[in-house]
């Protein structure tokens, strides 16, 4: 299996009330049937690895593409609502930053009762 995939799966599995499913033909994971992360590879044959993450709107989106192009990019049809990818490839990934965004993009997404529960 895809490493990548093992480690995002297991980082978004650990939120409150996580699911995961197929969508789109990716695997993707919901919290209150909305989406926080989505994992990548290949995808249409663009030849990365990646975990597509929401960010709090196109102000943050911006802040982080312009901060490290090399680590973030603007993902196909989830770029225009906000969202970055995070590149996974290589051995240098920074797993603390791919799992605080992935935290960050389920809080942004999850219902405020998780929220006031304590959250993450």
């Known amino acids: 299996m895809n490493e990548g995939l093992d480690r995002v799966r297991a980082l978004a599995m650990l939120l409150p009330e996580a699911e995961e499913r197929i969508s789109h033909g990716q695997p993707t994971f919901f919290v209150a049937g909305k989406q926080f992360a989505q994992f990548r590879d290949d995808h249409h044959g663009d030849g990365l690895t990646v975990v597509c993450v929401r960010t709090s709107g196109a102000d943050e989106q911006a802040m982080l593409l312009d ?39 389920w809080e942004l997404a999850a219902p405020r009762r998780l929220l006031e529960a304590g959250g993450r």
Do not use: F, M, N, Q
């Not at 973030?72 to 590149?87: E, F, I, M, N, T």
């Open 67 to 105: 901060a490290a192009p090399d680590v973030y990019r603007k993902p196909a049809y989830l770029g225009p609502s906000g969202w970055v990818s995070v590149d996974l490839a290589g051995s240098d990934v920074d797993w603390t930053l791919v799992e605080d965004r992935i935290a960050r993009s």
